[in-house]
Each structure stands twice: as C-alpha cells, then as structure tokens.
C-alpha cells in the first residue's frame, strides 16, 4: 500500500476508534447516571437534578455518533430491491447517486448546526449545571462528519458488489 492510503488507513482507523469511544463512555455514563437517579430517588427519596440532564446529552451524543457506526456495520435500514436487479454499472451509479444525496443532507446537517453552535458559544447555558451548550450542540456537525466519512467508505468497499449480493461462488461458501 502507498504512503497516502497508509495515512488515510491510519487516520480513518483512529477516526473509528475514537468514535467507538466515545459512544462506549457516553452509554456507561449514561447507564450510571440514571442508575444514579433511580437509587437516590427510591432509596433516598432525593432526585438528584443534574443526571437527567446529563443522561440526556450523552444519549444525544451516542445517538448522533452512533450513526456512523452502525453505518459501518451496514446496519441502517436499506431499500436495495432496484440496486438487485440493476447490472452492475446501474447498481454503481444508484450507488454513487444516493451517497452524494445523504452527503448533500450531511452537508446540510453541518452547515445549519453552526449558527446553532456559535448560539450556543455565546449565549446559551444548560438549564442545571450551567454547562455551555455548544459543547452538547458540537456532536451534530462531529456525527455528520463520521457518518459521511462511513458512508463514503461504504461506497468503495461496495463498489464490487453495488447490489450487495455476494457472488454465486461466495454463496456456496457462505452458507
């Protein structure tokens, strides 16, 4: 491989690690923050305020950069009757075409997530804990940003099998 796709390997690489990190230590906070919530409503009979708060930005965080993930994964409901029964230069195309479709709403998805940052920047605090919005507000143009990065490397490790289906001598041995 060449220095450039060895770069672009590495980079992508820790792009999914840090990903995949994320969304892990916002579910574990989560999981302990309403964890939290419950015990020392029901024990203590004390809501304690900032972890619903809190709960609800880190599931905000994992759902947006989650996508991406499961977009790796292949795992984002899919319509792929027509790209079945394209030929193979068809089915490429659809592929290309739809990809520039959700990377033109990404797009949109980062772009219109900046005035809401710089919102958030300036003015904006969260109701308990006072914490600056933009930093809840920054997953939207991050979670755009990976899950275009996935699709795009969706894209080329399909580019093969646009349809999706494995090839009559892969069949036999998949099964």
Partial sequence: MNTVGSTIGGAVKVL???????????????????????????VFNYSISWTEETAKFAQIWVVLIGAGITMRRGLHVAVDVLAAMLPTNLARALMVVVAAGCLWFLGVVIYGSLPLIELGWKFETSPVLQIPMWTIYLCLPLGAFYFGVEIILSVIDRWDRPSGKLPDTQIETAS
């Fill in 16 to 42: 999914r690690t840090v990903a995949v990190w994320i969304v892990v230590a916002c579910f574990v906070y989560m999981t302990l923050a309403v964890l939290a919530q419950v015990f020392g409503r029901y």
